[in-house]
């Protein structure tokens, strides 16, 4: 069993930047990939980006390429999302995932643990 819980996200102006962490019990997190999802109000829940147990290799949504980074201390049991410029439409509910020896970071189905969710609203 891996717990997840998500902080740091919060109230900004567009623009603004916002780093969410995401902390993982357990002494097995080398081998999850995670991920970052989000949801915002009457949509989908939404791949946003993922980092392999392995490689650390990344992977992003084009909505976010560019302006946000994902990546993670297995010292300290966390992955972070580093969000930059932030946009009105980046307003979401953001929840970070793990997915065992994991390979297909964009699928939501394929994730095995999910946090609770961290709200992130962009004012204009």
């Known amino acids: 069993q891996v717990q997840l819980v998500e902080s740091g996200g919060g109230l900004v102006q567009a623009g603004g930047s916002l780093r969410l962490s995401c902390a993982a019990s357990?002494?097995?997190?080398?081998?999850?990939?995670m991920g970052w999802f989000r949801q915002a109000p009457g949509k989908e829940r939404e791949f946003v980006a993922g980092?392999?147990?392995?490689?650390?290799?990344?992977s992003y949504a084009d909505s976010v390429k560019g302006r946000f980074t994902i990546s993670r201390d297995n010292a300290k049991n966390t992955v972070y999302l580093q969000m930059n410029s932030l946009k009105p439409e980046d307003t979401a509910v953001y929840y970070c995932?793990?997915?065992?020896?994991?390979?297909?970071?964009?699928?939501?189905?394929?994730?095995?643990?999910w946090g609770q969710g961290t709200q992130v609203t962009v004012s204009s």
């Open positions: 357990g002494r097995t997190f080398w081998s999850y990939s």
């Open positions: 980092i392999s147990w392995s490689s650390g290799s990344t």
């Open positions: 995932a793990a997915d065992l020896y994991g390979s297909s970071w964009s699928k939501l189905y394929e994730y095995d643990y």
